[in-house]
């Protein structure tokens, strides 16, 4: 008879998705950064 609930074949560690979580913030930092000098360099543009 089978097993009804197997268990996953692969296991991933919490420092796997710690990292991807760290990574994650990191790119979302950059977007913001990018964003705001967008919007920085528009708004000189309108005051000119």
Known sequence: ?????????????????????GTFIAVMLLG???VASWFGVYALFLSR
């Open 1 to 21: 008879m089978k097993n009804k609930n197997p268990k996953p074949q692969h296991t991933k560690s919490n420092e796997s998705t710690i990292h991807f979580k």
């Open 32 to 34: 913001v950064i990018m």
